[in-house]
T-cell receptor
Framework: DTGVSQDPRHKITKRGQNVTFRCDPI?????LYWYRQTLGQGPEFLTY????????KSRLLSDRFSAERPKGSFSTLEIQRTEQGDSAMYLC?????????????FGDGTRLSIL | AQKITQTQPGMFVQEKEAVTLDCTYD???????LFWYKQPSSGEMIFLIY??????QNATEGRYSLNFQKARKSANLVISASQLGDSAMYFC???????????FGAGTTVTVRA
């Protein structure tokens, strides 16, 4: 069990640029989640995959955001035309099975800073 | 929809003492799960403990225990014998029966003093 891996750890970019983050879940986990966390706040849900299917998207996920999970393994989160308000920590989590007591295991996150 | 409230923005505790972190929640789901996570300054979210709404006993996991009072809709985390490494942000979260996403509170910062 190598844990959830996220890349990059930090990303600094200029406003208006596109950015893409990658998440590799724990290998046997079929569920994958993206959250966004701003300074001093708890994480907020963005989107959720079961295998390769994206089953739920938050209203926070504007049309500039897109997430994929091809082949049900790793996932990418892309932000197009970044804005100052996109500066945050982007957390990926994964979980196994269907039981409600299965915890979500989080990666170390990608911290995005928009100049 | 679920709502989690953590009213203590920050707490100080002496090493080796116990500390209780408050968490209240609101939901219309008849069945739900409550989770606590620890987030050190390095950023990773670490799962600590889980309590199901129909569990008869309060959850315990090592030095962590959950004081679950369903009628009051509270799920307080107790950390016993605090250690310097316990200094971190602690988040309470919940998930409804038909839901997969977690709803988090704003967190409580714990600082353990030597």
């Amino acid at each position: 069990d190598t844990g959830v891996s996220q890349d990059p750890r930090h990303k600094i970019t200029k406003r208006g640029q596109n950015v893409t983050f990658r998440c590799d879940p724990i290998s046997e986990h079929n569920r994958l989640y993206w959250y966004r966390q701003t300074l001093g706040q708890g994480p907020e849900f963005l989107t959720y995959f079961q295998n390769e299917a994206q089953l739920e998207k938050s209203r926070l996920l504007s049309d500039r955001f897109s997430a994929e999970r091809p082949k049900g393994s790793f996932s990418t989160l892309e932000i197009q035309r970044t804005e100052q308000g996109d500066s945050a920590m982007y957390l990926c989590a994964s979980s196994a099975g269907t039981a409600g007591n299965q915890p979500q295991h989080f990666g170390d996150g990608t911290r995005l800073s928009i100049l | 929809a679920q709502k989690i409230t953590q009213t203590q923005p920050g707490m100080f505790v002496q090493e080796k003492e116990a500390v209780t972190l408050d968490c209240t929640y609101d939901t219309s789901d008849p069945s739900y799960g409550l989770f606590w996570y620890k987030q050190p300054s390095s950023g990773e979210m670490i799962f600590l403990i889980y309590q199901g709404s129909y569990d008869q006993q309060n959850a315990t996991e090592g030095r962590y225990s959950l004081n679950f009072q369903k009628a009051r809709k509270s799920a307080n985390l107790v950390i016993s014998a605090s250690q310097l490494g316990d200094s971190a942000m602690y988040f309470c979260a919940m998930r409804g029966i038909d839901d997969y996403k977690l709803s988090f509170g704003a967190g409580t910062t714990v600082t353990v003093r030597a």
